[in-house]
C-alpha cells in the first residue's frame, strides 16, 4: 500500500532556482494538502485542494503555487527559491475533508 | 494569527503514569478536532479525533477532551509508554475544507 508518496525526498537549491515537489495518493481522496513543518511553527497548510481542478490558499501561500490536474497527484511549485523556504515539506490527502494521511516529508534546503 | 496553539513545547512522563496534552484554540467555528502522533524523519500519523458536538473520545489508552465554552481539548494517554514518545499535534477544522494544526508538544516517556 504506497498510500500518499513525495517525490523527491531531499533537495538541495540555490537561492533564485525553481523546483516542483509531486505528491501522489493512491486512495482516491477528494482532498488534498501541502504543509511546511518549521522548528517552533508546528504544521503549516500552504495551498491545498478539495477536488482535482480546484486550489486554495492556506496560511501561508505566498511565494508558492499548485496544480491539480489530475486526482491523485498534487504538484507544490517553488518558482523562485529563497532560504526563507528552507523547510520540512508534507503532503496529505483526505476522503473526508477531515482526517488526512500524510506522505513522508520532503526536506528542502535553499542555500 | 494563531488559531490552534500548544503552548507547552515539551512534557516528561512516567512509564506508566497519564500523560496529558493540552491545546488551546481560537475559531469558535472549528467543528472537528484531531491529534496526530509524529515520529522523527516520518510524517504525521492520525491518532483520535473528536466532534464539536461531542466531550469526549475514547480509544483504548487514548482519550480526548472537548472544552467548547474554554475552547481547550486535551489528550490523555493512560498509561503511558515508551513508544508513545513521539511529537504530538493538535488539529482542527472548519467544515471539510482545511486542517489548521498546532505547533507540537514533544512526549518523552522514560522507564
Known amino acids: 500500500n504506497a498510500g500518499v508518496t513525495q517525490t523527491p525526498k531531499f533537495r538541495v537549491l540555490k537561492t533564485g532556482q525553481s523546483m516542483t515537489l509531486l505528491c501522489a495518493q493512491d486512495?482516491?481522496?477528494?482532498?488534498m494538502y501541502w504543509y511546511r513543518q518549521d522548528p517552533g511553527m508546528g504544521l503549516r497548510l500552504i495551498h491545498y485542494?478539495?477536488?482535482?481542478?480546484?486550489?486554495a490558499k492556506g496560511e501561508v501561500p505566498d511565494g508558492y503555487n499548485v496544480s491539480r490536474l489530475k486526482k491523485q497527484n498534487f504538484l507544490l511549485g517553488l518558482e523562485s527559491a529563497a532560504p526563507s523556504q528552507t523547510s520540512v515539506y508534507f503532503c496529505?490527502?483526505?476522503?473526508?475533508?477531515?482526517?488526512?494521511?500524510f506522505g513522508q516529508g520532503t526536506r528542502l534546503t535553499v542555500v | 494569527d494563531q488559531q490552534v496553539k500548544q503552548n507547552s513545547p515539551s512534557l516528561s512522563v512516567q512509564e506508566g503514569r497519564i500523560s496529558i496534552l493540552n491545546c488551546d484554540y481560537t475559531?469558535?467555528?472549528?467543528?472537528?478536532f484531531l491529534w496526530y502522533k509524529k515520529y522523527p524523519a516520518e510524517g504525521p500519523t492520525f491518532l483520535i479525533s473528536?466532534?464539536?458536538?461531542?466531550d469526549k473520545n475514547e480509544d483504548g489508552r487514548f482519550t480526548v477532551f472537548l472544552n467548547k465554552s474554554a475552547k481547550h481539548l486535551s489528550l490523555h494517554i493512560v498509561p503511558s509508554q515508551p513508544g508513545d514518545s513521539a511529537v504530538y499535534f493538535c488539529?482542527?477544522?472548519?467544515?471539510?475544507?482545511?486542517?489548521?494544526f498546532g505547533t507540537g508538544t514533544r512526549l518523552q516517556v522514560f522507564p
Open positions: 496529505a490527502s483526505s476522503y473526508s475533508g477531515i482526517e488526512a494521511f
Open positions: 486512495m482516491n481522496h477528494e482532498y
Open positions: 485542494s478539495v477536488g482535482e481542478g480546484t486550489t
Open positions: 475559531n469558535s467555528m472549528f467543528d472537528y
Open positions: 473528536i466532534s464539536s458536538i461531542k
Open positions: 488539529a482542527a477544522s472548519e467544515g471539510t475544507d482545511k486542517l489548521i
